[in-house]
Every structure is written in C-alpha cells, then in structure tokens.
C-alpha cells in the first residue's frame, strides 16, 4: 500500500491507513447527520463541580472557551433528567462520597447523577480552538498521565521518548490485532499499553480538532493549520495510530451493541402529538434509525476487536478493577479543565470512552439483550458513545486534509 515513504511525517504514518479511510467517509457522512438529531444533539451534563484534586483558578478568560446552554423547556420532556426512570442509583452507603456524583461497579466512569447540570446542544458548540492552555491545561493532562497512566517515567510521556511504535498495520482489524498483540518487552502488560493507548489517543484526537480549527492570529479567522497537527501528531506516529486504535475499540463496542441500540427508544414522546412544539418530527426520528442503521452495518464490517485478549490470566480481575479505577479518576479530572466548552467535550469522549469500555469488558450476552435487559445504558451514555465515535472519525477525516495541505506545500518546496 505504502508506495512511497519519504514524502514526510503524514504520508510515512497514513499510507497504511488506506482502508480504514476507505470506511471512514461512509462512517463520516452517516454520523454527521446522526449527531445533528435531537436525540443525540442534545446532551445533560454537571459542568460546575469543584476539581476534586486541586483548586483549580487557571479558568480561561477567552470568549471561545464559553458555551451556551439550553433551557430545559427546550428539551423533548421523555428526554429530561426528571423522566429518566433507567437511572438506577445504588443504595446511600454504596455511593462514593462525592458531591452531586455516582457510579454503579461496572461502570468505568462518574457519571452525573442528573440532579444537577445543565442541557447542551452539541451542535452549537463545537470542539475546536480555544486558547485553553499553559499550566492548567498541562495539569490536568500531567495528572491524566501521571495518576491515572502508571507513571511518566514508566512510559516515556513528556520526555521526548514515546514508547516504542508497533509494525504498520493495513486494515482496520490488523490495527487491533497488532495493538493486542503488540510485543511486551517492555515489562508493561498489555492492559496498561492498552490504557496508554487509549488516553493518548484521546488527547491525539483532541489536538487534530485543535488544529483543525485553529486561529490565525493574522486575519482572527478559525482554519486548519498544518504546522499545530505536524507538530502535534504527526511527527508522533504511535499518536496517529492510537487515534485509529479507539476509532475501532468504539466501532466494536457499538457492534456488540448493536441489537440494544436498534431496540432503543429515539422517540421524543409516548404518544406523538404533532402540535406540540417539542414534539420532534417523525422525519427526524427516521433519521436517526436509518443512520443509525448505517453506522451499525459499518460497525458489524470493520469493527473486529477480540476484546476477550484482555483480563485474561491469574491477575485478571485485579487489573480488570485498576484499569476500571485509572479511568473513572480520568473522568473526575475533568471537573478541573478550567475552561468550559473543553470540560464539556473531556467529558463527553470520557463518558463514551467508558461506555464502551463497559460494553466491551462488563456485559455478557445477556446483559446485551434489549429485551432482558431495556435499562441497561442511560440516555447520556448512548448520546456520549455515538458522539464520542463521530469526534474520532473526524479526526480521521481531517487527516486527509491535513495530507493534502502538506502534498501542497511539497509541491511548492
Ligand atoms: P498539550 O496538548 O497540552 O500536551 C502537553 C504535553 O503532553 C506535550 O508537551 C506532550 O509532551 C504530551 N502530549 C501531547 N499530546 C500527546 C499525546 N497524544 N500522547 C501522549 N503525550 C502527548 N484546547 C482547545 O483549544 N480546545 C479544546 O477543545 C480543548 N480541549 C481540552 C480538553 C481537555 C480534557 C484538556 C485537558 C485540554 C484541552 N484543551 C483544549 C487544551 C489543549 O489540549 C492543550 O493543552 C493546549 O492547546 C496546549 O497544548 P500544548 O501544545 O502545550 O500541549
């Protein structure tokens, strides 16, 4: 596939990546248009709660880091936090001690108890440029690492040296299969490789956003920028992989959880009444079952993960429960992101970052049955999931721009 490897640090990373691009724009298309649905735009989430950590002071004064709320009359009344009778809470005293928080054992993050917290719409405020950054951002991200990642010095993050890149795979299920199967040398077990991977994934991700739309001080317009995503992801190959990594780590949850979304309700009301103003056509909720639908024939082809790989051996349910521990810490880290619009999207791509972690390594078939089982995920862990998958595979996207923006240049050089 890789004809030529000298053409700079995009080319030498992607050429192997032809056939995950191949699926992507479908992948794309279809999930553009499910995320501006009203079931999956609109999203419930606490963004005020104190940094357990820290004191967190560094809040971001830029005009982009602000996002604007949804008054909840807005919101399709079956769809509010008052009406949502699959949210489960565990007894008092098995709640963790954490204001306005809980979880339930199998979750891999704090999920908002939606008591509190206000409604989005995800569409209006995009994932981009910010300003957000210095010694509040590189906290927080240090202590993503460091905390919750087995340590800086153990893997190499900050000091230059990364950890070393796996063989170049051709197709979407080689890039699992030769993530899993990765040489281990190093000492680490594969569950934390898998867990670095993640993360470092995840922040690839939210970089190549950055980049996308970032700002140019000359004219004050948003627009891509080559240099921010060489410099930020590029030249660090394993980052570009592990962007693919949780493209298909998403794909394969939303397989297996494909028969339990097809059954899921996408209905704005129990009985549809078209003069009600918050009634949500029946045309969109036509929309989001064909995309849906879409998106899950994608899912089911490309979406190959032998998530049985991990957990597996003597210590299994001890690293099952550490690597559970690490990722719910990363979702109580979010509350100390000091700007707003960055806080809301950490917390959604955690949410289905863990979401489809549970799916992949706490529910067995049963439990995925729709009709044994119709409470089995809450409304914000399905919206998270399927956005979560959309933020990945335009991070995919935007690498063929980025790829041509650089073939440009070289032509010019
Ligand atoms: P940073 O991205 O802050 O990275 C710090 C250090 O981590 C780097 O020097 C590098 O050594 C290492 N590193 C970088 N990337 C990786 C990787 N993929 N894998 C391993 N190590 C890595 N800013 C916005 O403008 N818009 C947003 O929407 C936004 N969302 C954010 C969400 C969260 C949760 C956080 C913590 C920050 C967010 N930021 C956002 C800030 C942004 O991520 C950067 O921190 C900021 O742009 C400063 O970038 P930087 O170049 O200093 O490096």
């Known amino acids: 596939l890789c004809r030529d490897t000298t053409t700079g640090p995009i080319e030498t990373t992607m050429c192997h990546y032809e056939t995950i691009e191949s699926v992507n724009d479908e992948l794309y298309n279809n999930l553009q248009e499910l995320?501006?649905?009203?079931?999956?735009?609109?999203?419930?989430?606490?963004?005020?709660?104190?940094?357990?950590?820290?004191?967190?002071?560094?809040?971001?004064?830029?005009?982009?880091?602000?996002?604007?709320?949804?008054?909840e009359s807005e919101i399709p009344e079956k769809w509010r936090a008052a009406s949502l009778s699959a949210i489960e809470l565990p007894p008092m005293d098995e709640r963790?001690?954490?204001?306005?928080?809980?979880?339930?054992?199998?979750?891999?993050?704090?999920?908002?108890?939606?008591?509190?917290?206000?409604?989005?719409?995800?569409?209006?405020?995009?994932?981009?440029?910010?300003?957000?950054?210095?010694?509040?951002?590189?906290?927080?991200?240090?202590?993503?690492?460091?905390?919750?990642?087995?340590?800086?010095?153990?893997?190499?993050?900050?000091?230059?040296?990364?950890?070393?890149?796996?063989?170049?795979?051709?197709?979407?299920?080689?890039?699992?299969?030769?993530?899993?199967?990765?040489?281990?040398?190093?000492?680490?077990c594969l569950e934390k490789r898998v867990y670095y991977k993640i993360i470092s994934g995840m922040h690839a991700s939210i970089s190549?956003?950055?980049?996308?739309?970032?700002?140019?001080?000359?004219?004050?317009?948003?627009g891509p920028n080559l240099?921010?995503?060489?410099?930020?992801?590029?030249?660090?190959?394993?980052?570009?992989?592990?962007?693919?990594?949780?493209?298909?780590?998403?794909?394969?949850?939303?397989?297996?959880i494909g028969p339990y979304l097809s059954a899921y309700d996408y209905c704005s009301t129990d009985s549809p009444n078209p003069l009600d103003p918050k009634h949500v056509s029946s045309s969109d909720e036509m929309i989001t079952l064909n995309k849906l639908s879409d998106v899950l024939a994608i899912a089911e082809h490309v979406g190959k993960f032998d998530e049985k790989v991990l957990f597996r051996g003597e210590n299994a349910n001890v690293?099952?429960?550490?690597?559970?521990?690490?990722?719910?810490?990363?979702?109580?880290?979010?509350?100390?992101?000091?700007?707003?619009?960055?806080?809301?999207?950490?917390?959604?791509?955690?949410?289905?970052?863990?979401?489809?972690?549970?799916?992949?390594?706490?529910?067995?078939?049963?439990?995925?049955?729709?009709?044994?089982?119709?409470?089995?995920?809450?409304?914000?862990?399905v919206v998270a999931l399927i956005n979560t998958l959309h933020r990945f595979s335009e991070s995919i996207h935007a690498v063929e721009r980025f790829r041509e923006m650089w073939r440009q240049t070289d032509d010019q050089d």
């Open 208 to 222: 190549t956003h950055i980049c996308l739309e970032y700002l140019n001080q000359t004219t004050g317009e948003l």
């Open 35 to 71: 995320v501006r649905t009203p079931f999956f735009k609109f999203f419930q989430v606490d963004l005020y709660r104190e940094c357990p950590f820290w004191q967190e002071n560094g809040f971001c004064m830029n005009r982009e880091c602000g996002i604007t709320t949804v008054d």
């Open 319 to 381: 690293l099952k429960q550490e690597f559970k521990e690490h990722f719910r810490n990363v979702s109580r880290i979010m509350d100390c992101v000091g700007c707003d619009k960055c806080r809301l999207w950490g917390k959604v791509q955690t949410t289905g970052l863990a979401t489809a972690l549970k799916i992949l390594f706490e529910l067995d078939e049963t439990a995925l049955d729709p009709r044994k089982n119709t409470k089995l995920l809450q409304r914000s862990e």
């Open 227 to 256: 240099q921010c995503f060489v410099t930020r992801v590029a030249s660090h190959p394993e980052r570009l992989q592990y962007i693919y990594f949780n493209t298909v780590l998403l794909l394969r949850a939303v397989a297996r």
């Open 96 to 188: 963790i001690q954490l204001p306005g928080c809980y979880y339930r054992d199998s979750d891999y993050c704090f999920l908002d108890d939606m008591t509190e917290g206000e409604y989005v719409d995800l569409t209006q405020v995009p994932e981009r440029y910010t300003g957000y950054a210095g010694p509040s951002a590189h906290r927080v991200w240090k202590s993503i690492y460091e905390e919750n990642c087995f340590g800086l010095s153990e893997l190499g993050l900050m000091t230059g040296h990364s950890p070393a890149p796996v063989s170049l795979p051709d197709t979407l299920t080689d890039v699992l299969r030769s993530e899993l199967n990765a040489d281990t040398g190093s000492g680490e």
